[in-house]
C-alpha cells in the first residue's frame, strides 16, 4: 500500500493515506467480483448496474463514515449523506461498468473531496456554487495503479510525482471521450470524435472518465472531453489534471464546476487550440463530411466491376 503512495518525506497528505487505503481495498472488491463474474442489471435502456457497483458503494460509505464522520458523501448510487457538511465525498465506486460488466478490464475507483466553504450554505448562495475540490483518489485495481492529488501538493501516480505532456499542437496529440449509456440518441459526440480524428493522432473511448482524467494527469493523453458527466465522474479527476499542470474548462472555456456537464481536460498548451475547435465545431464550419456508408458500398461496387473488367 505505501509503495504506492509518495514518501513521507515528499509530502504530507491531510486525507489521501486514510483514503488511497479505503480506495485500494473497494478496488480489491471489484477485483475480485470482476474475476468471479456478475449478473447485470438495466437502470436505463443501456445504463447498467451490478452488484459491484452497490456493494462497493456500501463499503465506501460506511469506511469514509467511520474514518471521517463529519464529512458528506454523495455516491453515484444514491448515497446522500450530511450534505449540508463542510466536506463532501463524491463518490464513484465502480467507474467503466459498461467495460466491467464484459470483462474488459479497464474501469476504477474513484473518490473526491470538495471543501464547501461556509458561505455556500448561507440560504442566499446559489446552491450549485462549488468549494474547492482539495483531494482525489482514483484505483484502477487491474493494473494497481492508485491515482492521488491533494490541492497544492502535486499529483501522483504510484509514488511518482505527474506532470501533464508538453506537446504542444493538438495534431501531434493523443486524446480520448466518452459516450453517455443515456439519452445516446441526442448527443452530438459522434461528429466531435469524427473532427478530432482527423485533427490528431488519434481518438481513445476506453469506457472510464476518471482514467481518461487520471490519464491526461500522468501524460498519457492530452486531452479529454465529454458531453454529460456526473461529479463523481469528474470530481477527482478534476484535481489531478489541475495538480499535474494542466486545465479543465467547459467547452466555451468557462472555468469547470463540479455540476458541469461538458468537459474539457487538458495539458494547458493546446487548450486554446481546442476551445477554438469547439467554437468552430459547434457554429458548423469546417466541418469535414462523415463518408456515408452507402457512397463507400457504392465506390466499392464500382471498384469491384472495375477490377473484372480489366
Ligand atoms: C461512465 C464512464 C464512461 C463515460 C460515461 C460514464 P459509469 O461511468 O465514465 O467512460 O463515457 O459517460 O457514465 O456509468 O461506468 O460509472
Ligand atoms: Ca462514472
Ligand atoms: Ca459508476
Given at each position: 500500500m505505501n509503495a504506492l503512495l509518495p514518501d513521507r518525506s515528499a509530502t504530507e497528505f491531510t486525507w489521501v493515506r486514510d483514503v488511497a487505503e479505503i480506495a485500494v481495498e473497494a478496488g480489491s472488491q471489484l477485483r475480485r467480483f470482476f474475476e468471479a463474474g456478475v449478473a447485470t442489471e438495466y437502470k436505463g435502456e443501456v445504463d447498467l448496474v451490478t452488484i459491484a457497483d452497490r456493494t462497493v458503494e456500501a463499503y465506501l460509505r460506511r469506511a469514509l463514515m467511520d474514518r471521517f464522520p463529519t464529512h458528506g458523501v454523495f455516491g453515484e448510487e444514491g448515497t446522500r449523506d450530511r450534505l449540508d457538511a463542510e466536506f463532501r465525498w463524491y463518490v464513484d465506486p465502480l467507474d467503466g461498468t459498461t467495460n466491467f460488466a464484459h470483462g474488459f478490464?479497464?474501469?476504477?475507483?474513484?473518490?473526491?473531496?470538495e471543501k464547501q466553504s461556509p458561505e455556500q450554505r448561507a440560504p442566499e448562495m446559489p446552491a450549485n456554487e462549488d468549494g474547492p475540490i482539495?483531494?482525489?483518489?482514483?484505483?484502477?485495481?487491474?493494473?494497481?495503479?492508485?491515482?492521488?492529488?491533494?490541492?497544492?501538493?502535486?499529483?501522483?501516480?504510484?509514488?511518482?510525482?505527474?506532470?501533464?505532456?508538453?506537446?504542444?499542437?493538438?495534431?501531434?496529440?493523443?486524446?480520448?471521450?466518452?459516450?453517455?449509456?443515456?439519452?445516446?440518441?441526442?448527443?452530438?459526440?459522434?461528429?466531435?470524435?469524427?473532427?478530432?480524428?482527423?485533427r490528431s493522432h488519434g481518438v481513445r473511448r476506453a469506457g472510464s472518465a476518471a482514467l481518461d482524467l487520471a490519464y491526461v494527469a500522468?501524460?498519457?493523453?492530452?486531452?479529454?472531453?465529454?458531453?454529460?458527466?456526473?461529479?463523481?465522474?469528474?470530481?477527482?479527476?478534476?484535481?489531478?489534471?489541475?495538480?499535474?499542470?494542466?486545465c479543465v474548462s467547459t467547452f466555451d472555456g468557462a472555468p469547470?464546476?463540479?455540476?458541469?456537464?461538458?468537459?474539457?481536460?487538458?495539458?494547458?498548451?493546446?487548450?486554446?487550440e481546442l476551445l477554438e475547435t469547439f467554437e468552430r465545431l459547434f457554429s458548423g464550419r469546417d466541418l469535414d463530411p462523415i463518408a456515408s456508408p452507402a457512397a463507400y458500398a457504392a465506390r466499392h461496387r464500382a471498384a469491384q466491376i472495375e477490377s473484372r473488367e480489366a
Open positions: 478490464p479497464h474501469f476504477c475507483v474513484s473518490l473526491g473531496l482539495v483531494a482525489a483518489v482514483i484505483y484502477d485495481p487491474m493494473r494497481e495503479e492508485l491515482f492521488v492529488a491533494e490541492a497544492g501538493k502535486g499529483a501522483w501516480r504510484n509514488g511518482q510525482r505527474m506532470a501533464v505532456s508538453a506537446t504542444p499542437h493538438l495534431a501531434e496529440s493523443l486524446v480520448a471521450t466518452g459516450f453517455p449509456s443515456r439519452k445516446r440518441h441526442s448527443n452530438p459526440n459522434i461528429h466531435f470524435y469524427h473532427e478530432f480524428t482527423l500522468s501524460a498519457r493523453l492530452e486531452a479529454f472531453w465529454e458531453f454529460h458527466l456526473n461529479p463523481w465522474d469528474t470530481a477527482a479527476g478534476y484535481l489531478l489534471v489541475e495538480e499535474a499542470g494542466g469547470r464546476r463540479l455540476d458541469s456537464r461538458e468537459v474539457l481536460a487538458s495539458n494547458g498548451h493546446i487548450h486554446a
